[in-house]
Each structure stands twice: as C-alpha cells, then as structure tokens.
C-alpha cells in the first residue's frame, strides 16, 4: 500500500522539475543494486545521439535515497533523493550520489554561499590583497600576486578555496574576475615602483567570449602598461586543448601581457602544456616545497622543473617559501623568483605601498 500511495504521488509530479524524473524500485536489497542502476542510467543518457544528423550529447545525474534508513514517508524520502542529486550535479555531470546524513547542512551551507556571492559585488564584500614575488638576483619585489578575500557578513572571511569553486559553477566568476582584474590594474598604478601586478584567471573565465576585451579595458581604464600585468592560468585550461582558448592566450600575450603557468606539477602535469604555449613563467607549486625536507624526490622535481624552465625560455618562481632552508634550495637550483610566508604573507594595498617604498631607499631592500 505505502508503494502505491508513494506511486500515485509521484505520477502526480508533485515533487518534479521539469526535467526530473523519479524511479521507485522495489526489490533492492542492498545500495549496490541501486548503484548498478543509478550507474545504467548515467552511462546510457551520456551516450551522444543523432537528431536530424546533429550529434546530441547530454547527460543525467541521479540522486539516491533508501528506505528504511533515510526515510519512511514519501516526503522524506524525495527530499533526501533532492539532496543526495543535488550533489551529484556538484561533483559534476553524468554520476550518481546516495543520500548522507549531515548533507543538509552541507548543502544548507553551500546555498548560503552561493546566494551571498550573488549579491557580494554590489555589497562591496570583496578585497584584494597582495603578496610579493621577490626576484633573487634583483633583490627586489617584482611582482605582487592579488589574492581575492571575501568579508562576508555573517560567516567572516572565507578562503578562495571554499567560494571561488562555487563562483565557477554558477558562472559568477566571470563577474567577480573581472572585478579583480579592474581593482588590480588601478591599484598597481598607485605603487612607487614599476613591480608587475599578477591576477589569477580560472579556467572559466576562458569560456566567456569577452576574456580579451576585459582585460583591453581594465588597462586602458587604469592606464596600466601591458607589460606589467600578469595573469596566472593552471593546468586544467590546456586540458581541454582547445583552440579559442589558445587564441585569447596568444592575443593577449601579443598585447605585452606576460601569461603564468600557476601550481605546476599538481595536474596532470603534462609536458605538452610547457610546449602547446609559450608561458612567461612558471609557478612550482608549493606542496613540493612543503615536502622539500623530508622526501628527496621533491628536490629532484624543483631542479627539472627549473631546468626545464632555463631551456625553455621560461622564468621559474617557486610558491611557498617558509623556511631559509628552502630559499638556499630553490636559490642554488638557479630559480629566478620566490614567494612564500619568510618573505610576507598577501597584505592589504596600503601595505604594499609601505613595503614598495621602504625598498626604493637604499640598504633597506630584504622585505620581512
Ligand atoms: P594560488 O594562486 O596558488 O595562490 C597562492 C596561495 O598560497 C594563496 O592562498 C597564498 O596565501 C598561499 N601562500 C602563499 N605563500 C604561502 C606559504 O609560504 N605557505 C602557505 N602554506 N601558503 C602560502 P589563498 O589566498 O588562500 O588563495 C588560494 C587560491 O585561490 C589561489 O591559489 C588561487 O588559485 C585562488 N584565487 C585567489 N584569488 C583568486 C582570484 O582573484 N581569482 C581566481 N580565479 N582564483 C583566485
Ligand atoms: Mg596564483
Ligand atoms: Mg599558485
């Protein structure tokens, strides 16, 4: 009877989107049946098919919710499939997640985030800070990485780590990005010195056809020149190979922009990437620097990375300098730049321009 009653309600599409389907499955005894179909059913809507000779590819996530365990009524157990699917679309298309207690509030957490960016621009929520690039043989700041902070109102500061994947998801990124862009190019205009000003660029960013014009325009507002902006790209943009991508990357280093390779060695670290463009710098990521005195092999990675980069043309900055340990390491291996906690942490714009000018005097030049 509960079958029947839950049957009736769900041809009712009382709980449906438009583009949502339920199945109630009786006889499954163990999740690994509903798995098996779950998996079925992602890997026969992924299959592309032709309609009027156009190929059409779409895909399905499932969301999964077993009763007794996450629910006796109708009600319930719809709302923890509605969580559980709403996951798998998280983590992307094309799979399937069962129902977790806890997800709730995981979800109840993601949503807050994802409404508060929203709104964050127009609240004025977002800062930059900035964190030197220190050349070892000009013994200088030369550049400034700007580090993206978000001072939300209820929840305090919240790292990059946590909203900037969620901004991609829901394409607030390309917003957010190109406030960064604007608010890094005026503020270096305000540095004593010519340091470059470095911004990060996510992958999609790339997808949104105006990247060029966008960067065209932060510059010419600012009146910043070219050849002192540098953006920062990570692996995951080359791994797509894709031809417009490899465009913008051209037309904006033809404008005198120099292009960073960011975190390598955490991807899939392809060689054929240093290859399909030719990168200003490279950026070695910092895990190796965090494992530098205990496994060997990081050290051995550091040197080819920096080998690499002497043969290529291309400057090679390591990221996560803490220790004078690990500054006599990479400065022995021949690296050009280094950033880390021993030489300063990211600090706001009026902090820069104290640490800028303390530089231009003479004697005065280790940042600490
Ligand atoms: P990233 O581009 O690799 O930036 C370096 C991160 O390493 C920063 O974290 C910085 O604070 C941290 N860091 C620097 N030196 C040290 C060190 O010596 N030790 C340790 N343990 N950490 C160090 P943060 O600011 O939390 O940024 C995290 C990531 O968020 C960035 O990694 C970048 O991928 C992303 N991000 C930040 N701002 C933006 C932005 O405006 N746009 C985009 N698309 N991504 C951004
Ligand atoms: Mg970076
Ligand atoms: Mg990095």
Redesign the pocket.
């Known amino acids: 009877r509960v079958y029947s009653v839950m049957e009736s309600r769900l041809a009712r599409s009382e709980y449906l989107g438009g583009d949502e389907f339920s199945l109630l499955l009786r006889g499954i005894e163990k999740p690994a049946d509903a798995a098996a179909i779950a998996e079925r059913i992602t890997r026969t809507m992924s299959t592309p098919f032709s309609i009027d000779g156009h190929q059409i590819a779409i895909g399905a996530s499932v969301g999964i919710a077993m009763a007794p365990d996450d629910g006796t009524t109708t009600d319930q157990l719809m709302k923890n499939a509605d969580l559980a699917l709403y996951r798998a679309k998280a983590e992307g298309r094309s799979t399937f997640h069962f129902f977790e207690r806890g997800m709730d509030e995981a979800i109840q957490h993601r949503r807050q985030i994802e409404a508060g960016l929203r709104l964050a621009l127009a609240r004025n929520e977002f800062r930059?800070?900035y964190?030197p690039l220190v050349g070892l043989k000009e013994d200088r700041i030369t550049c400034l990485?700007?580090?993206?902070?978000w001072d939300h109102a209820e929840k305090g500061t919240i790292?990059?780590?946590e909203f900037?994947p969620i901004?991609?998801e829901t394409g607030l990124?390309v917003q957010?990005?190109e406030w960064?862009l604007r608010e890094?190019c005026r503020t270096a205009m305000t540095w004593p010195t010519d340091a470059r000003v470095?911004?990060?660029?996510?992958t999609?960013?790339f997808k949104n056809k105006k990247l060029y014009e966008t960067v065209v325009a932060a510059l010419q507002e600012s009146g910043l020149p070219p050849t002192r902006l540098e953006l920062?790209i990570?692996e995951s943009l080359l791994l797509a190979e894709s031809e417009p991508t490899l465009q913008t990357l051209h037309k904006l280093r033809a404008l005198g922009v120099r292009i960073s390779m960011?975190?390598f060695g955490t991807g899939y670290s392809s060689l054929s990437y240093l290859r399909s463009f030719p990168f200003d710098k490279i950026?070695i990521?910092?895990s190796f620097?965090?494992d530098l005195e205990r496994k060997g092999d990081s050290l051995a990675i550091i040197k080819a990375v920096i080998g690499l980069g002497h043969s290529l043309g291309m400057s090679t900055t390591a990221?996560?300098?803490?220790t004078e340990e690990q500054l006599a390491a990479v400065r022995e291996q021949g690296c050009n730049e280094v950033?880390?906690?021993?030489f300063s942490?990211?600090v706001d714009a009026r902090a820069v321009i104290d640490m800028l000018k303390k530089e231009a005097q003479p004697k005065l030049r280790r940042v600490s």
Not at 145 to 149: G, I, K, P, T, V
Not at 339 to 342: A, E, P
């Open positions: 930059l800070v964190q990485e700007a580090l993206l902070r790292s990059p780590a900037i901004a991609e990124i957010i990005g960064v890094a470095a911004v990060n660029l996510s999609v960013q920062e990570t960011d975190d950026k990521d910092r620097m965090r990221e996560g300098i803490e950033q880390g906690f021993l942490p990211p």
